[in-house]
């Protein structure tokens, strides 16, 4: 079953935050309604990229290579 990789961007502080999901309609809502706690204090979010991968396994292989050499490192490469 495909998941995602999806790198965020907070409105109101300009950090980035990268997750993994199965349901990216769903985990865009609950960071944007303040249900998740790592991203409360960025409300709104806007999803500035997006990777489709084929596995769990593989989708937080790549969200831990991501938080590893940085988000927007990262997207600039």
Known sequence: M???VSILKSQA????YCGETQ?????????NSGRSKSTKSGIPWELVQ??????????RKLES?????GIE???NR
């Open 13 to 16: 502080t300009g950090r980035y």
């Open 2 to 4: 495909a998941h995602f």
């Open 23 to 31: 349901d990216i309609e769903d985990r865009l809502e609950r960071h």
């Open 73 to 75: 490192r990262w997207m």
């Open 50 to 59: 997006l990777v489709v991968l084929a596995n769990r396994i593989e989708a």
């Open 65 to 69: 290579k991501i938080k590893r050499i």
